[in-house]
């Protein structure tokens, strides 16, 4: 099951291995809360509001066959899932609009292990036809702590200039464990995003607005988004002013408004 798809993740197992020595389970003794950050409003639209994708602990899969586990699910308590056997990880999907940048990721661990066996966690970009896969960004490691196990561990990743691209890439969320017991728990994963206004083309769509027209790539946007089609004749008139009605198409047409 989709073994090119999981061959970084085969090596860090492998390595994980290797390293990890055969422990007994340790009793995870205190599940913290994590911390928590206000909410802003919800946002679809504009580019400099970081919007965020929250995976549930329910939404990882176990990577292969081999991997069993089981779930920590005390009602008003916490919701958590960890490794029983196989120790192969678990992996989910997170479905990002097309075009938008990956600015950030958040792994929600639990690592109690007094052992040294701790949680490996990151994200990976598989190419949507062959479905192998590479590293973006770092390998996360989780810390042991008994007494406050559960962390948020954040990533930034707003260097790599990561644009979502839904045709051909496909995004996976990772996380192997070091032990097969509840030392090693997983509560979810949050990956960070900005939406951003599309790269100019090559060539200009109307007359009077060229391709090295400070406002060509915003215009350029908005025609292709079916927002606007000119003023007529093939041009746009980037100096018109604009009436409250042409407003209202422009707003109506970019917000996707509807009658209730």
């Known amino acids: 099951m989709r073994q090119t798809c999981l061959r970084w993740i085969v090596s860090a197992v492998t390595l994980i291995l290797s390293c990890a020595g055969n422990a007994a389970a340790q009793s995870l003794l205190r599940l913290d809360k994590a911390s928590r950050v206000q909410a802003g409003p919800p946002v679809n639209f504009g580019t400099t509001h970081e919007s965020f994708y929250s995976i549930g602990v329910s939404e990882f899969d176990p990577t292969t066959t081999a991997q069993t586990y089981s779930n920590i699910g005390l009602v008003g308590e916490s919701a958590l899932r960890y490794s029983t056997g196989g120790r192969q990880g678990f992996y989910a999907s997170a479905h990002l609009p097309d075009g938008a940048v990956v600015t950030s990721l958040t792994f ?9 066996n701790h949680w490996h966690a990151g994200m990976t970009i598989c190419d949507a036809v062959d479905g192998l896969c590479a590293l973006a960004g770092e390998v996360i490691e989780s810390t042991s702590n008994i007494i406050t196990p559960c962390k948020a561990y954040n990533q930034d990743l707003s260097a790599l200039d990561l644009v979502v691209n839904n045709q051909t890439q496909r995004m996976l969320f990772v996380a192997i464990p070091g032990e097969n017991d509840e030392t090693n728990a997983l509560a979810g994963a949050v990956v960070g995003y900005k939406l951003q206004v599309s790269p100019a083309p090559p060539t200009a769509t109307f007359g009077d607005v060229p391709t090295n ?17 000119g003023c007529g004749g093939g041009d746009y008139c980037p100096d018109n002013p604009v009436t409250r009605g042409q407003m209202a198409v422009f707003l109506a047409k970019a917000l996707g408004l509807q009658f209730p």
């Not at 661990?109 to 052992?115: A, E, H, K, T």
């Not at 027209?213 to 089609?229: D, M, R, S, V, Y």
Request: proline share 4%.
């Open 108 to 116: 929600h661990l639990c690592d109690s292990n007094i052992l040294g």
């Open 213 to 229: 027209h400070p406002f060509f790539q915003f215009i350029e946007a908005l025609a292709k988004a079916g927002i606007t089609g």
